[in-house]
């Protein structure tokens, strides 16, 4: 298990980009949130098996694609705050 933190930078807030993220989320066992950010950014906090959670970022960032600037990837220790990654509906919009 790994823990993904990116952040997206663009025109990202008012496109949808949280929804098609948790539309995305639906075809990968991931756990975890988008949120937006005051500064106009959205942060994403994704959960699972580390091939899981790579194919999910990557398939946000082609559908996204037009609307990122930049998106800034960190990794850590999975904290397991969001339930059993295999579980539906463990990856929400948070505001």
């Known amino acids: 298990m790994i ?5 997206y930078i663009g025109r990202v807030q008012g496109v949808g980009f949280r929804y098609t993220c948790v539309n995305i989320a639906h075809r990968f066992h991931v756990a975890g949130y988008a949120q937006n950010l005051p500064d106009g950014s959205v ?7 580390k091939s899981e959670v790579l194919t999910f970022i990557d398939t946000i ?4 694609s037009r609307n990122i600037d930049t998106e800034d990837r960190t990794t850590t220790e999975p904290t397991n705050e969001f339930g ?4 539906p ?3 929400t919009i948070r505001y």
């Open 3 to 7: 823990r993904y933190t990116v952040h």
């Open 43 to 49: 942060k994403l906090v994704a959960e699972g098996e």
């Open 61 to 64: 960032t082609e559908r996204m």
């Open 84 to 87: 059993d990654p295999a579980s």
């Open 89 to 91: 509906d463990t990856f």
